[in-house]
């Protein structure tokens, strides 16, 4: 149980196309799930937590209107990177929490994106 | 506020020494502490986790983790390292109130198992 699915898992862009990434809950519902960039050889620093329903709280230093996040149901939430440049090219991470677990956090499998 | 320092980015041992990854914590309140791994090109796998119940806590793996207050930590150990075990290491906490359900983690330990 406690699974976290991300699609894609790779993906190459041209600079200046924006690219959609989705984060599932497959066996349990999500009130919250936490997007995460890691940068090579480094940690995950938390961008931003998706509320179902509600806007998106963004972590100090991230744009949000660079990162639009929408969690438009209990098991699904997606990350759009607009306008991408290469310095955005990074490691994505989603996590969630299970409603029913409380502290835990599961996290997917990452989205490296690549933006030439 | 809260934060994670990992002493040591880098751990090698042998295959069957003793692993100790080493994760001293920063809370204003009580916190729940959290270790993770991950695998190259993988998301993050949790190992194990302390909510306040016993202080000894046991994982997955063969891995277990002791909190002690006192000296705000929660060292991450295996009694015998094995070959699959070499990954990356992160301890990470998160803290109850406004900042429920983020974690913050430290900067990763990268173990390495030689023959």
């Known amino acids: 149980g406690a699974v976290v699915s991300q699609h894609p898992s790779r993906v190459i862009c041209k600079s200046g196309t924006s690219v959609k990434i989705e984060c599932r809950s497959l066996?349990?519902?999500?009130?919250?799930m936490f997007w995460y960039r890691q940068f090579p050889k480094q940690s995950l620093m938390l961008m931003a937590t998706?509320?179902?329903?509600?806007?998106?709280?963004?972590e100090q230093g991230v744009e949000k209107d660079k990162f639009l996040i929408n969690h438009a149901s209990l098991t699904l939430s997606t990350l759009t990177v607009t306008s991408a440049h290469p310095e955005d090219s990074s490691f994505y991470i989603c996590s969630a929490n299970d409603n029913g677990g409380g502290e835990t956090q599961y996290f997917g499998p990452g989205t490296r994106l690549l933006v030439l | 506020a809260q934060s994670v320092t990992q002493l040591g980015s880098h751990v090698s041992v042998s295959e069957g020494a003793l692993v100790l990854l080493r994760c001293n914590y920063s809370?204003?309140?009580?916190?729940?502490l959290f270790w993770y791994v991950q695998y190259p090109n993988q998301g993050l796998q949790l190992l194990l986790k302390y909510t306040s119940a016993a202080t000894l806590v046991k994982g997955i793996n063969g891995f277990e983790a002791e909190f002690k207050k006192s000296e705000t930590s929660f060292h991450l150990t295996k009694p015998s390292a094995h070959m699959s075990d070499a990954a990356e290491y992160f301890c990470a906490v998160s803290s109850g109130g406004t900042s429920y359900g983020k974690l913050t983690f430290g900067q990763g330990t990268i173990l390495t198992v030689h023959p």
């Open positions: 066996d349990f519902q999500a009130t919250t």
């Open positions: 998706s509320n179902e329903g509600s806007k998106a709280t963004y």
């Open positions: 809370s204003s309140v009580p916190p729940y």
